[in-house]
Structure formats: structure tokens, C-alpha cells
């Protein structure tokens, strides 16, 4: 069985006292791998570790240009390792693995662009309204930096907070998520490989508590970077009160996608099908409420639901495979309780809502599409992580907005129609930080990805 150990300062290593979790392959069920935790033995040298880096040693005295080398060194390293890392993150997190593969490889481009923008961080001059006096500004590194990453599309999140941060300098201590932690562990090999000195990466996994709790709230830690659930992102909040870190946090959506009568039907239901059940669901950009005009809905509805019959459930390994297990036990229960609770609040089952037959050893979930009466419906609520799909009806604009609008959520948003004046007024109103037009659920190193109110 495979051992992962934690790489601290440059060194591999287990846990002080010998703990230790189990990681379960979700396709079958059972342990594949074990990994070190982190306790606060752990946490203190990683921080430590990264703090000396930050201060003294090559890293300190390395200039932006060679910064970004080395963070192009490491993209090509991702790139040639894309399948090996997409592979092992695949049989820990059941994700699919010709999205992962390909997702992978495609990370390498946000170390690239990371890289080009290393020694184009500058400050500026500043006529100030003194006499005799020369002011100018520069950029410095602002210290540590925690990064928490959870278990989905593992490689991509940490792109965003590894990239940026390397490039300007800073040092970094990664918190693998504990429900999948080998993908970051093979990750940082490839780290080590690239030749950056001790300390400057630094990746260890834990519990919540005290893992999660002792790095956020280190005193050395000088931004915390995090993606997840929005409840831990309330404890990383109080956490950072302790250090006054800089906080950033990507959290959860139920994002919309509002299907107007003059949009392409077959286009439509491609974005509806690979936005809300790529990934098996489990997308923080899922896009799980659909708001269907009333003249197209019957139709809609039942090409949609012709569409979902032909997905093809199997192994995550295989490249034939359109649908994966979930991630976890907890989750697969998770959805089957919210579907229940939707039906009887009046939602009316199309399709799915059960396990596929033939699948019971691992955690997979037949994708499924509910006909909801209204907003209030659990399904339609909720962020539910998984392939659950809740359709609904309008019958104008201004409804499709109101109903788009109507979540403690804005992360993603998409919208499929042929008249591009209503495109733009609707992405106007429509209160999220992505909002994609007649596609769903693509990303760029170029763009900016994030989103309002409780989405972060």
C-alpha cells in the first residue's frame, strides 16, 4: 500500500507521533493509500520553515526573473507529469480521469503565465508635495502564505495560490485536504524536483482541527488563501483574527443557468449536461439550478432528460467513462437525503435519485433532474455536490433575473441565448463573478475567477 509522508523544508517526513489516515479510493471503496498528519508539531516547523526561507538562503536573494524560471521549470515538470498526477488524483477524489489528465496539463499554463508576470510586479514614483524629496514605491513579498486547497480540482486551486504567491516572492506552506491528499503529495515532488530551495513549498495535510486551526491562526502566517465550504471559511475568518492575516476565499455556489426560447436547444442542453454533472457535480461552479423559459420547457425538459439516460457511469480510470463515484460516503448520503426532502416538498423526480445498479462498492450516484415547483425546494437551495440537477420555469426576463439572483451564493452563472443585447443586459443583473455566454464552466489564467456575497 502506498505511503505518502509530508515534505517540510525540503525534507520528507511522517508525523512526530506516527498518526496517519487512511485514503479511500472512491470507485471501490476501500483504502489505497496513507498518509502523515500534520499535528502541531508539524504545522510549527512547515511555518518556520517557510519563514526562514522567506528571510534567508537562495530564495530571499533570488531575483524576480529567476522567480519566474523556476516556476516555468515547474509548469514543464506538470506537464510532462500531467497523466501520472491526473491518474492518482483520479483514484483519490473518483474524478474522471480524462479531466483530470487534461486539467492537469493545463495547469501547467498558470505557472507559465505566473512565471511572465514574476518580474512584471513594479512600483512607481510619486511627485509628492514636499520640496527636495524623492518617493517611490516597490513591491515586496508579504510573507508566509497559507495555502487550503480542498479536494476537488486539487492541481487547478493550487495553481491560483501557489503561482501568484511564488511569483511574488513568497513562501508557502499547502494544506492538502484530508479527504484526498495524495494528488499534492506527488505534487510536491515535482516541486522538489524543480529545484526550489527548502522551505519555499512546503506541503502537509490535517484535520480541521488542529491542523487547519493552528496554521490559519500562526503568528508567521501572513495571508491564508482558501477554497471550500463557506461554514470553514467562517472559522478561517476568526482564525485570522489571531495573526490579522490577509484572508482570500473561494467558496461555494448554486450558480444559475437561464435558458431563454430564441437559444440553441442542442447547445443548451450540451452546457446543462457538462455544467452541472462534469465532475460528478462536485464543482464549486456547478451549475445546478436551471431556469427554463416556459415556451421551450416540455421540450427542454425532455431532451434533457433523453440526454442524462445516455450517460455512461463507470470507472473514473476509464476514458470511456462520462460519470464517476463521489468523492466520499458522506456525500453520496448527503445527496440521497436532499433528493428525498425535495420530493416531498413537491419536486418531481425525472430522472435518477438512486445509486446505479451493478456499483455498490463504490459511492456512485445516478445523475439526476428534479422538476421543482419553486425556489424554496432543498435541491434548489443548497449547494449539493454532487449531480444533482434542479430545474425551473419563468416567463420574462426580469423573472429569470430575479430567480437568478435569489441565493446567498454568486460564483458562476450561465446564460444561452441567441439575441447578444439580452445576453449583456442580463449578465449585467445577474449578480455573480462568472458568468459564462451560449458555454459553461471554462477557465483561463488570463481571467479572473471568484465571486459575491457568500460565494467569497
Known amino acids: 500500500m502506498q505511503h505518502y509522508q509530508m515534505y517540510i523544508d525540503g525534507e520528507w517526513c511522517d508525523a512526530a507521533d506516527g498518526t496517519t489516515l487512511d485514503s479511500i479510493n472512491p470507485a471501490t471503496g476501500k483504502v489505497w493509500a496513507t498518509a502523515a498528519v500534520a499535528g502541531e508539531a508539524e504545522v510549527n516547523r512547515a511555518v518556520a520553515a517557510a519563514d526562514r526561507a522567506l528571510k534567508q538562503g537562495p530564495w530571499a536573494d533570488m531575483n524576480a526573473t529567476q522567480r519566474g524560471k523556476m516556476l516555468r521549470k515547474l509548469g514543464d515538470l506538470i506537464a510532462e507529469n500531467a497523466q501520472l498526477l491526473g491518474d ?23 505557472y507559465y503565465y505566473y512565471a511572465g508576470l514574476a518580474d512584471k510586479v513594479q512600483g512607481a514614483t510619486l511627485p509628492i508635495d514636499k520640496p527636495n524629496m524623492h518617493v517611490f514605491t516597490k513591491r515586496v513579498p508579504i510573507g508566509v502564505v497559507a495555502a487550503v486547497v480542498p479536494w476537488n480540482a486539487q492541481m487547478f486551486l493550487t495553481a491560483t495560490k501557489l503561482g501568484p504567491a511564488l511569483a511574488a516572492g513568497c513562501t508557502v506552506v499547502l494544506k492538502a485536504s484530508e479527504q484526498a491528499p495524495a494528488p499534492m503529495f ?45 461554514e470553514t471559511a467562517r472559522h478561517i475568518v476568526r482564525n485570522s483574527a489571531e495573526n490579522f492575516a490577509v ?7 448554486k450558480s444559475p443557468i437561464v435558458v431563454f426560447e430564441d437559444a440553441d436547444i442542442e447547445s443548451a442542453i450540451n452546457g446543462v449536461i457538462a455544467g452541472n454533472f462534469g465532475a460528478t457535480g462536485q464543482s464549486c461552479v456547478a451549475g445546478s439550478r436551471v431556469f427554463i423559459q416556459s415556451g421551450i420547457r416540455e421540450n427542454f425538459l425532455e431532451q434533457l432528460v433523453e440526454r442524462a439516460r445516455q450517460i455512461r457511469i463507470g470507472d473514473p480510470l476509464d476514458e470511456d467513462t462520462q460519470v464517476g463515484p463521489l468523492a466520499t460516503r458522506a456525500q453520496l448520503d448527503h445527496i440521497a437525503e436532499s433528493i428525498a426532502d425535495a420530493v416531498k416538498e413537491g419536486a418531481k423526480l425525472l430522472y435518477g435519485g438512486k445509486q446505479p445498479e451493478g456499483f455498490e462498492n463504490g459511492w456512485y450516484f445516478t445523475p439526476t433532474i428534479l422538476d421543482c415547483p419553486n425556489q424554496q425546494v432543498r435541491t434548489v437551495r443548497e449547494e449539493m455536490f454532487g449531480p444533482v440537477l434542479s430545474a425551473l420555469s419563468f416567463d420574462t426576463e426580469e423573472e429569470a433575473i430575479a430567480l437568478a439572483n435569489d441565493s446567498r451564493f454568486g460564483l458562476g452563472a450561465g446564460i444561452f441565448t441567441n439575441n447578444i443585447a439580452r445576453a449583456l443586459r442580463v449578465s449585467d443583473a445577474i449578480h455573480s463573478g462568472i458568468i459564462w455566454i451560449n458555454t459553461y464552466r471554462v477557465v483561463s489564467p488570463i481571467a479572473p475567477f471568484g465571486g459575491f456575497k457568500q460565494s467569497g
Open 186 to 230: 506527488e505534487f510536491a515532488k515535482l516541486v522538489d524536483q524543480a529545484g526550489f530551495p527548502p522551505g519555499v513549498v512546503n506541503v502537509i495535510t490535517g484535520f480541521g482541527e488542529p491542523c487547519g486551526r493552528l496554521l490559519t491562526s500562526h503568528p508567521d502566517v501572513a495571508r491564508i488563501a482558501f477554497t471550500g465550504g463557506p
Open 88 to 110: 492518482i488524483e483520479t483514484t483519490d477524489s473518483g474524478k474522471l480521469a480524462k479531466e483530470t489528465r487534461a486539467q492537469t496539463g493545463y495547469v501547467a499554463d498558470f
Open 247 to 253: 484572508t482570500s476565499l473561494e467558496l461555494g455556489g
